[in-house]
């Protein structure tokens, strides 16, 4: 319970089954699965996704490339069970919306 993880590194794979998680990474390409209830899971690397029980937190973060540069164009918050969003699915930003990962 009450674990606090982060990492920075690209494509990392983050898990956390504790109730109250805070659960963070600001590597490109991140799998953040959060198992726990009451917890918040956050990506805010490019091409993140997160997933977490009813009534936990996501925060993802949308990039584009502009002139050749990667830019964050969009943060998005939302909360499991309400806002559409559904318990145990992945999720990423897609022109600032929250879309269902395959």
Same mark, same amino acid.
């Given at each position: 319970? @009450? %674990?606090? $993880? &982060?990492? /920075? *590194? !690209? =494509?990392?794979? #983050?898990?956390?089954? +504790?109730? @109250? %998680?805070? $659960? &963070?990474? /600001? *590597? !490109? =390409?991140?799998? #953040?699965?959060?198992? +726990?209830?009451?917890?918040?899971?956050?990506?805010? *690397?490019?091409?993140?996704?997160?997933?977490?029980?009813?009534?936990?937190?996501?925060?993802?973060?949308?990039?584009?490339?502009?002139?050749?540069?990667?830019?964050?164009?969009?943060?998005?918050?939302?909360?499991?069970?309400?806002?559409?969003?559904?318990?145990?699915?992945?999720?990423?930003?897609?022109?600032?919306?929250?879309?269902?990962?395959?």
């Amino acid at each position: 319970e @009450f %674990a606090k $993880i &982060g990492s /920075s *590194g !690209d =494509s990392a794979k #983050i898990g956390s089954s +504790g109730e @109250f %998680a805070k $659960i &963070g990474s /600001s *590597g !490109d =390409s991140a799998k #953040i699965d959060s198992t +726990g209830k009451r917890s918040i899971a956050s990506g805010i *690397g490019a091409e993140s996704i997160a997933k977490a029980k009813e009534g936990s937190w996501i925060v993802l973060a949308e990039w584009k490339s502009m002139d050749g540069k990667w830019t964050p164009v969009c943060v998005r918050a939302g909360q499991i069970g309400k806002d559409g969003l559904k318990a145990d699915t992945f999720y990423k930003l897609v022109g600032g919306e929250f879309v269902e990962v395959e």
